[in-house]
């Protein structure tokens, strides 16, 4: 992996932690000829749970062509932590007002699940600071039309408290849901999800209150009117098969197979409804699909700025 600059701003009242790769940092290093370029910067906003980190693996394999700007969104990795402001809206904001103190005008964003629907409301109140749009395995599917879904359910679903004895208890319980795609690289990438209590332990950063305070604003949010007025070029990969002519949805929505069955069909309404839409379908792929296949994530994105 190519390493970036790890660096800190405060946003307008937000202090951000963001992750830079600077293609011409990145070719003096590498004792490689450099030259002018304009090429758009990339902005990448993580999943719930997840940090800048996550987008390393993509991240490498971008960076010497196209500037990349990473951030820990309110509430996770090493930016603030407050106690208020996870609704989408707010959290959108913070971006823009961390793109502003760095100088950014117009940018292609992407965004992995949560952090995708939080790239779509940016995308749908500030449509002239987007080139390009890149959705990866968004929750179309809003949870208040999941079968047998209620508030109360989904808002309290993020478990007993995330406090571990040791690193490699953490490591253990991921690892499991990873087995697949696991590498030293991941474990490196996912041990930036947590931080050392003074007892030994460690606990993920983003804490059980602040996600129910994010899955609160989900609940609420109505995702399906924003896709109407992206106005740039939008790229949605769906970890799902393109669904079948004459396939059904689901009945009900209690496992992996399901939930791929239905982001599918959900990924193909909403490409309906957005003016210049692209998709890329990732059968066979776990919602982490930027570790599981950041080759052809990374290439996809960069043939599809180029469009």
């Known amino acids: 992996m190519i390493e970036p600059r790890d660096a800190c701003i405060d946003a307008e009242g937000i202090h951000l932690h ?20 304009d090429n758009v910067p990339i902005v990448m906003l993580h999943a719930l749970g997840a940090t800048a980190e996550s987008w390393r693996l993509v ?71 987007l080139s390009h749009l890149i959705l990866v395995d968004c929750p179309h599917v809003e949870p208040r039309h999941w079968p047998d879904m209620t508030r109360e359910r989904f808002i309290n679903e993020t478990g007993a408290a995330k406090v571990y004895e040791s690193r490699r208890q953490f490591i253990q319980a991921i690892r499991a849901d990873m087995a697949a ?24 950063h983003l804490s059980n209150a602040h996600q129910r305070l994010i899955r609160a604003a989900l609940w609420e949010d109505h995702a399906l009117p924003y896709y109407s007025k992206l ?5 949605l990969v769906p970890a799902a098969a393109e669904p079948q002519p004459d396939g059904e949805l689901p009945e009900r929505l209690e496992n992996a197979d399901e939930f791929s069955l239905a982001k599918g069909y959900m ?11 692209s998709v890329l379908w990732m059968p066979h792929t776990t919602h982490e699909i930027q570790f599981q296949r950041p080759k052809e994530l990374a290439e996809a994105i960069g043939q599809f700025i180029q469009t």
């Open 231 to 235: 106005r740039c070029p939008v790229l």
């Open 18 to 37: 963001y992750l830079e790769w600077d293609p011409h940092e990145i070719l003096r290093e590498q004792n490689a000829a450099t030259e002018d370029s």
């Open 181 to 204: 795609f696991w590498s030293t690289e991941v474990e490196q990438i996912v041990n930036a999800y947590i931080r050392d209590l003074p007892d030994g332990r460690v606990e993920e």
């Open 59 to 129: 991240a490498s394999e971008l960076c010497q062509r196209h500037p990349i700007i990473a951030f820990d969104l309110r509430g996770h990795g090493q930016s603030e932590h407050p106690d208020v402001g996870y609704d989408l809206v707010t959290m959108a904001e913070d971006v823009i007002r961390g793109m502003a103190m760095l100088g950014l005008g117009q940018v292609v964003l992407v965004g992995h699940g949560w952090g995708a629907r939080v790239a779509l409301v940016l995308a749908a109140r500030h449509p002239a600071l």
């Open 267 to 277: 990924a193909q309404q909403v490409a309906r409804a957005i003016q210049s839409c």
